[in-house]
Structures are given as C-alpha cells and as structure tokens.
C-alpha cells in the first residue's frame, strides 16, 4: 500500500520559513518524479516544484523561484520542501504527488496545511 504522509506545515509569520517532508511507504522515490503542490483558500490546486526521478532536476512555479528549495533524501525515501521569506499568498495546504517515472501511477498524500499570517 502507497502511502505519502507530509509534515511539517504550521502557523508562520510573513516573512518567515517553514520545511515541510513527504515520506513516502510503498514506493521507491528514485522511480518517481516527485512534486509539490499547493490549494489556497478558494483556489484551484496548483504546481509548486517538482524534482525528477533520475537525475533529480528541479523546476518551480514562478511564483516561489528563488524562495523554495525542492530537495529528496533517497536514504529517507522523503522529499522536503523548504519555504522562506513566506508570504500571506503562499497560505494553501500543501501536497506531495509522485508520478510513475515509467507508468501512470500517480499518488497523493493527504495534504498539510500553511498559514502565513502578521
């Protein structure tokens, strides 16, 4: 059974920096292209990073270059996402997806939640 558990989100004041883990059971990290996702309040789910399976390329949504770092720990089979200089915008429950590197198989976890607050 697959299992993607995510920690880490919390209360944060603006400006400030949180890291969030997705520790992933029942699969194998290094075989899937592992992601970030994000849903504000009233908003559709949207990408945030994402690392590659093989050679552990990262890319970002414009709106957090430069502020978040996507990172995996393939001895941990868990994926971090680490958030500074947090801002009101970035408030959403984050995601953790992994996508089959060689097959459709894609899971999600359950989600944590961020708020960025004065």
């Known amino acids: 059974q697959v299992q993607l558990v995510e920690s880490g989100g919390g209360l944060v004041q603006i400006g400030g920096s949180l890291k969030l883990s997705c520790t992933a059971s029942?699969?194998?990290?290094?075989?899937?292209?592992m992601a970030w996702f994000r849903q504000g309040p009233g908003k559709e789910r949207e990408f945030v990073a994402n690392?590659?399976?093989?050679?552990?390329?990262?890319d970002y949504a414009d709106s957090v270059k430069g502020r978040f770092t996507i990172a995996r720990d393939n001895n941990k089979n868990t994926v971090y996402l680490q958030m500074n200089s947090l801002k009101p915008e970035d408030t959403a429950v984050y995601y953790c997806?992994?996508?089959?590197?060689?097959?459709?198989?894609?899971?999600w976890g359950q989600g944590t939640l961020v708020t960025v607050s004065s």
């Open positions: 997806n992994a996508n089959y590197a060689l097959g459709t198989m894609s899971f």
């Open positions: 029942g699969l194998i990290i290094t075989t899937y292209n």
């Open positions: 690392i590659t399976w093989s050679r552990g390329r990262t």
